[in-house]
């Protein structure tokens, strides 16, 4: 539990480690994690010494993908998240994008699926302006947590 960062801490943790370490932050839902989530936080973990994840709160995600969503409480994601070496820090954050957490962390590096275009994010700007730097990472096809729960449901 100890790798679950309340938002109101997360600039004090960050700026003790910033100076050692190369920060990664990358931000999501994490519902129902498969092999794409998995496959992207270890390549994301690799561009740094320490991959900040940043997972929307149950309000946002209700906000983003309808109100049967998420399936798993922001408090059961964020343990999950614990659990992978890879992950060396979780915060939640209500907004609909991680903007404030962001500024909060100040990362060396950013980044998002391959599903992403990096001029058209709304972090790109910001993530610059702290000296930072947005990287995509390659799409795994044919893993979506929004499908699975769709074939869950249609019991396919």
């Not at 309340?6 to 004090?12: G, R």
């Not at 010494?49 to 940043?54: E, I």
Request: aromatic residues 8%.
């Amino acid at each position: 539990m100890e790798k679950i960062i309340p938002f109101s801490e997360a600039k004090l943790v960050s700026e003790k480690i910033r100076k050692e370490k190369k920060i990664v932050f990358t931000n999501g839902v994490f519902d129902l994690v498969h092999k794409g989530h998995l496959t992207y936080l270890a390549e994301a973990r690799d561009l740094g010494d320490c991959l900040w994840v940043g997972l929307n709160s149950d309000s946002s995600v209700k906000r983003l993908k309808g109100p049967e969503r998420p399936v798993n409480s922001e408090e059961d994601r964020a343990l999950l998240l614990s659990c992978f070496s890879f992950v060396d820090f979780i915060t939640v954050f209500t907004e609909d994008t991680p903007l404030s957490l962001i500024s909060q962390v100040s990362p060396h590096i950013h980044s998002k699926g391959g599903d992403y275009n990096i001029e058209a994010l709304p972090e790109t700007p910001l993530v610059r302006s702290l000296g930072g730097e947005v990287k995509i990472l390659p799409f795994v096809e044919g893993f979506s947590s929004t499908e699975l729960i769709r074939r869950i449901r249609e019991n396919k």
